[in-house]
């Protein structure tokens, strides 16, 4: 059978990343590659009584089909949290649970999107979400994103001269890959564009809750008055990735869109989980957990930062997050990034070069992504050390 | 904000099932809508000592993100059974575990077809499916389903005449709506169509497991000499529903789009639970827990079809399932089915008109669906007189 596929399907490329990183899968390789919270910010005990408790007191609920909107209790309860913690939501607003804040960025496409329309990012941006557009055949933008920031007055061109530009994807708290936070200034500045242009802004936040430095800056949501914002919010990070609990907060009109769109991909999102992380919620203290989780990361961060200071000795200029789970790395001029990351991988440490990240394989990048939280404590201090020895090499 | 959506989520009109049953889902209510398995079937001891047994010896793996093809033990796993009880699955298959059955079919709608490309389904037909393939605005036919399987005359002519037949869409064993099963000598007329003219067959099978009569009838996939065939399956209706555990079994080439469209779509399938049905599967004895439901809903139909018989009278012809979760119920012709099931709402009695099912809303259906393995056994008894007593209503 010569088996056709769809233009969509077909326009999605092998991923760069998985090429370069063919043979750093190995247990003896250093993994500053992943995007993977840290093992130890799994709460297994909490989780193994809150699923006892289900099986003993709700089990037939958890087995058996809910509804697409997601469970009842764990939708209200994020509401609320969204609107005390980060001032988001207004009457206008509802909550859909969907399977990780990646199901919210592809189920927003889908309802927003025809083929051929235009969707504006961040250059360089999550490449979950930039494929999740391209599966749908958009016209898919990269503008230039700066250490405080989208660079606004590039936006607005783009806003000005794409055609049919129907959803602005942004990461405003501690991009990936950047690992940098759009100021409230400029935030402010692309609500008053995406107003002007009439274009929903989707505000990715799946590491908002991982702060460990520094002020918190408003979420775009929280300046929402008009209705244009799709909040997408995980519990990856603060809880467990492999659940596949996501969530997203958005005008009643687009979930309920999204709602119908939810039922046709997956008829509803794991029940047992809901439930679990709803306990989990409401009755063995998320907050204190979170809490905890950034005590680690600020250390991890830490301790990445210092090694690779030391080892690239001012060679090579780093971001310094405020939290979440990445920095990048941009290497001088006279080293080749893919070359870079070859060399690294042959000496078993695994990183991403910044060119996977970028809306055009055309784009100029020489960064790389480090991520601090997959790797032990061990194997920051070793992988950076090695880092500095692969860059010593073109000295 | 005046919210433009996309034209493919437009098109997908609000559900004639949910207006009708409206009112029909307070705990007063008999279930005979759902399609739901029944809470009996659910093996609640085991899956609370496997939880428990992965969180003791495998919670990081369980809680950490994995690979889009799914938890490997569980698709070899399923392989083997797959292979050793249909006889399905070739060298150039692979395997791919999705977020239930749901999820392969709008899967393999999105790698294989373009919008505007026909898709060809028994009429009437699942209504997720349904939804599923016109969320990709897809040409949507049916074509006319008889008691032993799709008319093959017609089918023939759709292949013809209609342009792009991407994919033929069948329940060839206890379908849904209709609980009849297509016999094998139509299976191997369908298979060499599909086959002449070059169109992938979905084979959706959620119940294939469930027989409780009559011999086991070969699947399609096993006839699949030129790699045609992708097998849906599930665990929602063997082990647990919420839980939105399925697999498909496909050729490799198209195993691997659809691992693609599965990474945008969610990363992949809650693990914990892949990891449970892979236990439950090898250590929990799932075939003498699949023989149980299998007792049961022999029960439950027979309670159902000798209840109804006597209500009904010979006024009305009913389909007898060899298996699955339903039977059809066409209504005499001075009887409108709409306002039967009105009238049948008005009393307490859940069920779903047949024209929901049908692909046109133009199509003549003067049938309803009824679900056995909801409702309790004195439901059924209690439902059935109801449903004689709208029927006399009209003498």
């Not at 995406?194 to 430095?213: S, T, W």
């Amino acid at each position: 059978m010569d088996y056709r596929f769809s233009d969509r399907i077909s326009s999605l490329k092998p991923s760069l990343i998985r090429e370069i990183l063919k043979n750093t899968s190995g247990s003896d390789v250093i993994p500053f590659s992943a995007g993977n919270p840290s093992p130890e910010s799994f709460p297994v005990k909490a989780l193994k009584e809150i699923a006892d408790g289900i099986f003993n007191d709700d089990a037939t609920t958890a087995l058996q089909y809910g509804i697409s909107e997601g469970y009842t209790p764990l939708r209200d309860a994020l509401k609320e949290r969204m609107k005390k913690k980060f001032n988001s939501g207004r009457d206008f607003d509802d909550l859909i649970i969907v399977s990780g804040g990646q199901q919210g960025i592809e189920l927003a496409c889908k309802v927003l999107c025809n083929e051929g329309d235009t969707v504006l990012c961040e250059n360089p941006s999550f490449i979950g979400a930039e494929n999740a557009f391209r599966s749908y055949n958009v016209n898919l933008r990269g503008v230039e994103l700066e250490n405080d920031g989208i660079n606004i007055e590039k936006l607005e061109n783009a806003l000005k001269t794409e055609k049919n530009v129907k959803i602005l994807y942004l990461i405003p708290t501690f991009q990936n890959p950047m690992g940098i936070t759009t100021t409230l200034e400029k935030r402010k500045a692309i609500y008053e564009l995406a107003k002007k242009y009439g274009v929903m802004i989707i505000e990715d936040n799946p590491y908002g809750d991982l702060r460990f430095e520094g002020e918190e800056v408003p979420t775009l949501k929280s300046l929402d008055t008009e209705g244009l914002v799709i909040y997408c919010g995980s519990f990856s990070k603060i809880l467990s990735a492999g659940i596949r609990v996501g969530y997203v907060l958005a005008p009643s009109e687009v979930i309920q869109k999204m709602v119908v769109a939810k039922q046709v991909s997956d008829v509803h999102t794991n029940l047992f989980f809901q439930m679990a992380a709803y306990r989990f919620m409401t009755q063995y203290g998320m907050e204190t957990h979170i809490d905890k989780i950034r005590k680690l990361y600020k250390h991890k961060s830490s301790l990445m930062i210092n090694s690779l200071e030391k080892a690239l000795a001012g060679r090579a200029a780093i971001t310094h997050p405020q939290g979440g789970l990445f920095l990048w790395c941009t290497l001088p001029d006279n080293v080749k990034m893919l070359d870079f990351c070859k060399k690294a991988s042959e000496n078993k440490v695994a990183v991403v070069p910044g060119i996977a990240f970028c809306v055009s394989p055309d784009d100029y990048c020489n960064s790389i992504r480090l991520n601090y939280s997959t790797p032990s404590d061990e194997q920051i201090v070793k992988g950076c050390e090695i880092l500095g020895k692969v860059l010593d090499s073109y000295y």
